[in-house]
């Protein structure tokens, strides 16, 4: 079992950056993968980055330049820095973390932060 608290989220104005932050509790040795997920009313939940345990970093396209995934072990905190923000870029952002245990791969999501971008 893995818990997941997001936190940082809030109303920004276009251009500007906000830096989103999820504490992990729990069996954390088990976690391969952890990541960053948005959702827009209407829309579907659509990958915005990731980073493994090996620290292997992706980004999606859209927000390539402009977004880093990264965390701090000591922590067991994985952060999103968001920088020039869009309009297209307000929804709701979920953690995500992928386990193995006895071979078993399960995911695990927070309750999620809303972000808003405004024009």
């Known amino acids: 079992q893995v818990q997941l608290v997001e936190s940082g989220g809030g109303l920004v104005q276009a251009g500007g950056s906000r830096r989103l932050s999820c504490v992990a509790s729990?069996?954390?040795?088990?976690?391969?993968?952890m990541g960053w997920y948005r959702q827009a009313p209407g829309k579907q939940r659509e990958f915005v980055a990731s980073?493994?345990?090996?620290?292997?970093?992706s980004h999606a396209d859209s927000v390539k330049g402009r977004f880093t995934i990264s965390r701090d072990n000591a922590k067991n905190t994985l952060y999103l820095q968001m920088n020039r923000l869009k309009p297209e870029n307000t929804g709701v952002y979920s953690c995500n973390a992928v386990t193995i245990t006895m071979a078993t791969q399960s995911s695990y999501w927070g309750q999620g932060t809303q972000v808003t971008v405004s024009s």
């Open positions: 729990g069996n954390i040795a088990s976690i391969n993968v």
């Open positions: 980073i493994t345990r090996g620290g292997t970093i």
